[in-house]
């Protein structure tokens, strides 16, 4: 048995900054990874000597005093990372089917209410309420502001609607299209998704939105030096599969390979209805299983990969959503015969000459049902076992017809990839640990928002939660809730003050 302050299962970002917070104020930290590589979402893997991101393609609230710089600047990570910022007049563009015009989304509230006022000269009022709301709603969450209150501030905003607010701002249907291009960032659906995840999402990269260059693994790999150089460790290949309890405490978590690591304090950043399946324990109650097991994940997506050849594809500093249809909340209610009915493309600088693409990422919606054939499969790098000719073919097929998508508005891309690969919803399930390969996890229901909140705490003393299917997903929304986590085992107002001061 081998003894720790804290021990952390699962190395994603949440296990991540969790870590780095509590080594850097004394805890000896342990954390325990089943994969190969750390960082969960913030793997990187090449492909033809090109780095691609599993799910980092950008970044908002990085510029100097904003939430996520303050936290980076805390734990020293912040100066070492290698960001470019994206287009200031426009970080995401949309584009819709018959339509000629592209959209820009600008940095800063009042460029990006300029920019749309030149394609919607009558909107000034619905944009001016839009950003307000954005603004009044991200004011009511005190710790993404980095200060101290309570759930009461954040009641009155929880149940709006995203897609009917939206809608109502104007009779613009093109308008109010346009505020929600962009909801595949958090995997919107119409009359669930609640206002609070859009405006908290949105006003981070209106702030400021920012690329990693070389990919997002780099957040993971300062952090990781964080907990080192603090006395922690860390293993890879330990695959959490039992947490055993006594009474009100853990007493130590089981890997799958026999090991048994103990901590006053534990920590899983596994997701919350895979940790109570790993846990022995009878004063978690039935109900709270139940509970949890029956939320709903968001959607997954299909993602092609794809290098492109030197020097032939001019790189946009912008990312690129694409609707073909006009209801942009409905691209996951597709048919197999109509899919895909949209698409977000996240574009690369070439490192050796930015005026040139080097890689894209295309995404597009996916429901699991569609690899159904496969879903007794488990393929990682760690342990390989391929899915079969099957699979293969499917995936093929599945990312031509995406290709043949984007090519209505870029003419050229075929000529210009040189090799693509694709990841679908089992490849995040099988890397990321959602059973149903959701990319966002936990989907929030503005019908009944406290049942898809989950608490840090659990029934047990010293078992925490952390990571993306607590409050909110994203590099933001996952930093933020290792606060929360770390602020029950640290004095919260100390900590917020430190980061406040960093």
């Not at 950003?131 to 991200?138: A, F, G, R, S």
């Amino acid at each position: 048995m081998h003894s720790y302050d804290v021990v952390i299962a699962g190395s994603g970002l949440g296990g991540l900054v969790c870590g780095a917070i509590l080594s850097k104020n004394g805890y000896r930290v342990l954390v325990l990874e089943k994969n190969k590589q750390l960082g969960g979402c913030l793997q990187t893997f090449s492909r033809d000597k090109t780095i691609f991101d599993s799910g980092v393609h950008y970044v908002g609230g990085l510029e100097k005093g904003q939430n996520l710089y303050q936290v980076f600047q805390y734990l020293g990570i912040m100066d070492k990372l290698k960001l470019k910022r994206l287009d200031m007049d426009c970080f995401d563009r949309i584009a819709f089917r018959d339509d000629p015009k592209e959209y820009k989304m600008a940095q800063g509230y009042e460029g990006f209410i300029q920019n749309l006022l030149q394609d919607f000269p009558e909107e000034e009022k619905a944009l001016r309420e839009y950003c307000d709301m954005l603004k009044h709603i991200c004011a009511k969450f005190p710790l993404y502001n980095l200060r101290l209150g309570d759930f009461g501030e954040k009641e009155s905003v929880l149940g709006m609607d995203a897609a009917a607010y939206i809608d109502g701002l104007s009779s613009n249907k093109k308008l109010t299209a346009v505020l929600a291009a962009n909801s595949s960032l958090y995997a919107g659906v119409r009359g669930k998704t609640p206002m609070y995840v859009h405006a908290l999402v949105l006003n981070s990269y209106i702030e400021s939105s920012w690329k990693c260059l070389n990919g997002g693994s780099q957040i993971g790999k300062w952090l990781t030096r964080v907990i080192l150089d603090n006395g922690g460790t860390l293993f890879k290949h330990k695959e959490v599969k039992r947490i055993v309890a006594e009474g009100h405490e853990v007493q130590f978590v089981e890997t799958a390979d026999g090991g048994r690591y103990s901590g006053k304090y534990y920590i899983s950043n596994i997701h919350p209805a895979n940790t109570l399946d790993m846990l022995e324990s009878d004063v978690i109650r039935q109900a709270y299983r139940s509970r949890i097991k029956t939320l709903e994940n968001g959607n997954g997506c299909l993602m092609v990969n794809a290098v492109l050849k030197p020097g032939f594809f001019p790189h946009m500093n912008y990312n690129f959503y694409y609707h073909d249809v006009e209801d942009v909340w409905s691209g996951h209610e597709y048919n197999e015969d109509a899919w895909p009915l949209n698409y977000s493309m996240f574009i690369t600088p070439d490192p050796k000459d930015h005026r040139f693409a080097n890689s894209l990422s295309i995404l597009a919606y996916m429901n699991i049902r569609e690899l159904e054939p496969w879903k007794d499969t488990f393929n990682t790098v760690s342990n390989e076992s391929p899915r079969g000719a099957g699979y293969e073919a499917f995936k093929t097929a599945k990312a031509e017809k995406l290709i043949d998508l984007v090519e209505q508005r870029f003419p050229v891309l075929r000529q210009c990839i040189q090799s693509y690969s694709v990841a679908t919803p089992l490849s995040f399930r099988d890397y990321i640990g959602t059973n149903d390969g959701s990319m966002y996890g936990v989907m929030k229901d503005c019908n009944d928002p406290l049942r898809t909140f989950i608490s840090a705490r659990t029934k047990l003393n010293n078992l925490f939660l952390t990571g993306q299917n607590l409050n909110l997903h994203g590099i933001l929304g996952v930093t933020m809730t290792a606060l929360l986590t770390c602020g029950e085992l640290l004095d919260m107002e100390k900590l917020l003050h430190e980061i406040n001061e960093a």
